[in-house]
């Protein structure tokens, strides 16, 4: 699906003191596309979110906004009107959750009338409602992160930026603000750029996939690609972990899934744990320690999916070895030195995948058929 | 213990009736303390807002030294500044010394470091992503700086009242570039320090009262506005 570009950033650089901190020689934002960046700590994700946002200054480089270099102190000032950022700390203002929803708006000088109606249409979306009149201090961790992106999206920013929103939060009330986020996201077709290193994040939420490292953005492409196919070993290390496959529920019942997967060479049937409509669409992942490889398709085991493939690389990995297959699609297996050596893996060497139905892990996402 | 009631009695006595010099010293200390308060407001949140919002060379320097500013010992403020004024000195032309104008001066001086340190605290108090997130909400520059002030009242307002107990208190200034002159310098502690050096201690006494309960109604006032935003 072919998107209008919005942003364009050229050759930024970013330097502190005589340390370079951030190159990126090209990147492009398209319209309602979500863009995720992920990386470890101090690879630049924030820093690249803050130059995009047109709050830090690169050091060198050019930024466009619908075709508009932003260039002068007036320009970048114009530019944050049509764009906002939510951050991991949710920075709420000393005062009640109705004033904080209304503070962007009381700042580009709507009157009360006007703002009333956005901000209780936007608390209501979040499942503020009920607390409107709550000072901000006296919020839980996720009502106040809820009231941050309420804030966000009451400005109908042309682009959102959100640093590590859900970091701080516990993994229920983050599943919770994730779900709401990406029909949120979905709904408004808001552009957004998101950092996070919860692979599970940006696969709920992305179209897209920057992973970065030392300050370069090492791969950028469509959420799968990247994952399924990195295209080197940091990448692989980073977000390869899991396998991500598209697929078509096609029955259910007693709480197995049974969904049709596609792959280059045809479609296969996979079994999943889980509840899901016929015909739906869904991505399963399958992470490398769940999967066992043997010679041949073996009866007797409990893994309801097995699938043939070639070992393409062997790579040490701590105490086990990861071996990298081609299944049609891009696997990952962990086995130890001694299956290793009692399978004789080598590059090139055929063998057979195999997984349990508990290990598929399954992501639904709105509106999956269009986006990927 | 007697001289103390005798000192409360007569100073309820001279507010009662009152008293012409009493209250012409009370208004002069009020009215010098609150303008060398307001300038040192301006001039100390500014200083503060500078060094709050820029990163430049020697910051750490310019913070330490306007920590050390908020213990000046207020007689060494009233002898640079007498100094300063004094006939030959290099302002010695605008003919200030031994007026309130001097005072105001000398006190302005002494409250605007003990403004500008507390200030900078309670802005460097802010969680660092803030101005940010102001200026990502759609802020221009004037808004931001605004919005930094308002999330920082209540240690602000703090600030101020600090630096306005610091003049209306002091008396080593006051008294050297003032010089206690009946019916032009002469303020509540200058007055109290005169009369007890002459032995009334009841005027002392009365005189100490009225300089407390000023600082009392000044800072109730204070607290009052900043308690009050607090229970938004």
């Not at chain 1, 901190?21 to 398209?30: G, H, I, K, S, T």
């Not at chain 1, 409602?129 to 992106?149: F, K, N």
């Not at chain 1, 296969?268 to 398709?297: D, F, I, Y």
Request: with cysteine.
């Amino acid at each position: 699906m072919s998107r209008a570009t919005i942003f364009q950033a050229r050759d930024l650089q970013v330097h502190r003191g005589s340390a370079r901190v951030l190159e990126v020689p090209a990147l492009d934002l398209r319209a309602g596309e979500v863009l995720a960046l992920m990386g470890p700590n101090g690879a630049g994700k924030s820093t690249l979110l803050l130059t995009l946002a047109g709050l830090l200054p690169p050091t060198a480089g050019t930024l466009h906004f619908r075709g508009t270099r932003l260039h002068s102190r007036a320009d970048r000032d114009a530019y944050r009107r049509c764009m906002t950022m939510v951050f991991q700390d949710p920075l709420l203002f000393d005062a009640t959750v109705a004033q904080n929803i209304a503070s962007g708006l009381k700042l580009r000088g709507l009157s009360a009338a006007e703002r009333q109606p956005q901000v209780e249409d936007w608390a209501r979306r979040l499942g503020l409602g009920h607390l409107l009149h709550r000072p901000a201090h006296q919020l839980s961790g996720g009502e106040a992160q809820r009231t941050a992106l309420a804030r966000a999206f009451v400005l109908r920013p042309e682009i959102l930026f959100l640093d590590e929103p859900f970091s701080a939060l516990d993994s229920r009330t983050r599943g919770e603000l994730v779900n709401d986020l990406s029909h949120i996201l979905a709904e408004t077709g808001t552009t957004a750029v998101i950092t996070t290193h919860e692979q599970g994040e940006a696969a709920r939420l992305a179209h897209r996939l920057a992973v970065m490292q030392g300050g370069r953005i090492v791969q950028l492409g469509g959420l799968r690609e990247v994952l399924n196919h990195p295209e080197d070993p940091f990448v692989a290390a980073f977000v390869g972990m899991e396998t991500l496959l598209k697929g078509q529920v096609v029955t259910c019942r007693d709480g197995l899934l049974f969904l049709r997967v596609r792959k280059d060479s045809g479609d296969r049937a996979m079994v999943a744990l889980g509840e899901a409509q016929p015909g739906q669409t869904v991505l399963v992942g399958v992470r490398p320690e769940h999967v066992a490889l043997s010679l041949q398709t073996d009866n007797t085991s409990s893994a309801r999916n097995a699938f043939p493939g070639t070992v393409t690389k062997v790579i040490p990995h701590g105490p086990f070895f990861k071996i990298e297959l081609d299944c049609g699609f891009f696997l990952t297996a962990f086995v130890t030195a001694q299956s290793l050596s009692e399978l004789d893996l080598q590059p090139g060497r055929p063998v057979v995948a195999s997984f349990k139905a508990t290990a598929v892990h399954l992501i639904r996402r709105e509106g999956l058929d269009a986006q990927l | 213990m007697e001289l103390i009631w005798e000192g409360l009695r007569k100073a309820l006595e001279l507010l009662l009736r009152l008293d012409p010099e009493v209250l012409r010293i009370t208004l002069l200390s009020l009215k010098v303390s609150g303008i060398a308060t307001f300038i040192s407001v301006v001039l100390g949140l500014g200083l503060a807002l500078t060094v709050a919002l820029n990163a430049f060379p020697g910051k750490r320097l310019v913070i330490a030294l306007m920590n050390t500013g908020m213990g000046l010992p207020p007689v060494v403020v009233g002898l640079f500044v007498t100094v300063l004024l004094w006939r030959n000195g290099p302002l010695g032309f605008l003919g200030i010394l031994y007026t309130p104008t001097a005072i105001i001066l000398a006190q302005a001086v002494i409250a605007t470091p003990i403004i500008a340190g507390l200030s900078l605290a309670a802005l460097q108090h802010l969680p660092p992503g803030l101005r940010l997130q102001i200026l990502a909400l759609g802020a221009t520059r004037t808004q931001m700086i605004w919005l930094l002030l308002k999330e920082a009242r209540l240690p602000l307002l703090a600030a101020i009242m600090a630096g306005f107990g610091g003049v209306i208190s002091e008396v080593g200034a006051s008294i050297m570039v003032g010089g206690n002159l009946k019916g032009s310098t002469r303020v509540l502690t200058t007055a109290t320090v005169m009369e007890t050096s002459r032995g009334n201690f009841e005027i002392a006494f009365a005189l100490s009262f009225i300089l407390l309960v000023l600082a009392f109604s000044v800072n109730a006032l204070l607290t009052h506005l900043q308690q009050r935003s607090r229970r938004r």
